[in-house]
């Protein structure tokens, strides 16, 4: 299939190489052209606007920073809606607030085209090898012939309803993590007078029930930062995290609830990010808590 991909960062990157392992003939557009250069390499095609990659595609998948990245890839001059897309199919994977999927759904559909949304949980290395999971959301008829693509994508898909749907599923799945690397970060601060080695406090917290299935998987990155060594690979940095934060708070104002843990989180975020661990893996809100203080 020709497979058409928006939104390079490290998510649709990766994304991208995967559907190019799987087979197909993958088309890249990017705002920043450099970062299509390594899957050049790999064989991806380069379209100079978002029209041309709607051109070239049989189905089109987005990956993009917010909501207003959204609008302008899509119905800028040169966007993916501004030529004949009858008949293709759009699968949009960016983290934002329902609402704005359903805006874009109804403008998709108008031109003759199929939608579904599909925003992901995983990172960068479930990306790249297939084991995202997706939240899906759209017509029945609509999400069946987008998922055996999502499948080659996703270790599982969850079809959670009409458009909006996986958007909001998203937000809750990643909401209760940001909260959690606020408080390891918390939890890390009391202990510190132990002084426990990082690697065994961290192997101590993954054995327990306090530990996510994030630090079971990331714990010893996070032992070397606190040790004083770097992370590794930043899979989801902490301004990227800060985005989603927000973009949860303004969910709840929307739905009309009261979200006071994750508004305190936002502003325990901001303060790390002011300190420079902004660029840096999103667990290092842990590792910035961890120090804060620090006599």
Known sequence: MRVGLAGLGKMGSAIAARLLECGHEVIVWNRSPDKAKPLMES???????????????????????DAAAVDAVYHGPSGLLSGDVAGKLFIEMSTVQPQTEIALAEKVCAKGAAFVECPVGGTTGPARQGKLFGFAGGTKAEFERAKPLLDQMCRRVE????????SGMKLAINLPLMIYWQALGEA?????????????????????S????????????????????????????LDDARKDIRTMIAEGRTRGVDLPLIEKTLACFDEASAAGFGQGDGSGQAVYWSRRNKS
């Open 43 to 65: 064989g991806a095609k380069i379209a100079a606007t978002p029209a041309e990659l709607a051109t070239q595609a049989e189905a089109i998948a987005t990956i993009l920073t």
């Open 159 to 166: 079809h959670c309803g009409d458009v909006g749907s996986g």
């Open 188 to 208: 890390l601060a009391i202990s510190r007078h132990l002084n426990i080695e990082p690697s065994r406090m961290m192997d101590i917290i993954a054995d327990t």
């Open 210 to 237: 306090g530990a996510s299935t994030a630090v079971k998987n990331r714990g010893q990155n996070i032992a070397a930062w606190l040790g004083g060594g770097d992370f590794g690979a930043v899979t989801f940095n």
